[in-house]
């Protein structure tokens, strides 16, 4: 049985920093995972997401220099680090993976079919 789940959300201020984390299981090797956002009232938003056997990467525009995803394959981990995050990141986060290479829809929600039950974000000024 595949498992997504994610930790790490809370309530930080403007310019602080937060890690995000989501632990896989159940899945062979080799992984596209990827971190989505939804605000209430918007549409969900594909942030960043990795391919565990190569390690390639893609960022949204909004999240590029201060965000970075990572991953640990011993611990099926994959991490999201939230650096001098903004008014405008917070957001109910996402963690989903699917068990291929998703090369050009890394942050298509679409193409995922596993999902986590989300960490909520909160960043206030």
């Known amino acids: 049985q595949v498992q997504v789940v994610e930790s790490g959300g809370g309530s930080v201020q403007t310019g602080e920093s937060l890690r995000l984390s989501c632990k896989t299981s159940?899945?062979?090797?080799?992984?596209?995972v990827a971190w989505f956002r939804q605000a209430p009232g918007k549409e969900r938003e594909g942030v960043a997401g990795?391919?565990?056997?190569?390690?390639?990467?893609r960022y949204a525009d909004s999240v590029k220099g201060r965000f970075t995803i990572s991953h640990d394959n011993a611990a099926n981990m994959v991490y999201l680090q939230m650096n001098s995050l903004k008014p405008q990141d917070p957001a109910m986060y996402s963690c989903?993976?699917?068990?291929?290479?998703?090369?050009?829809?890394?942050?298509?929600?679409?193409?995922?079919?596993?999902w986590g039950q989300g960490t909520q974000v909160t960043v206030s000024s």
């Open positions: 159940g899945f062979t090797l080799n992984l596209s």
């Open positions: 989903a993976a699917e068990n291929r290479a998703l090369v050009s829809g890394l942050l298509r929600s679409d193409r995922y079919s596993n």
């Open positions: 990795i391919y565990t056997y190569s390690g390639n990467t």
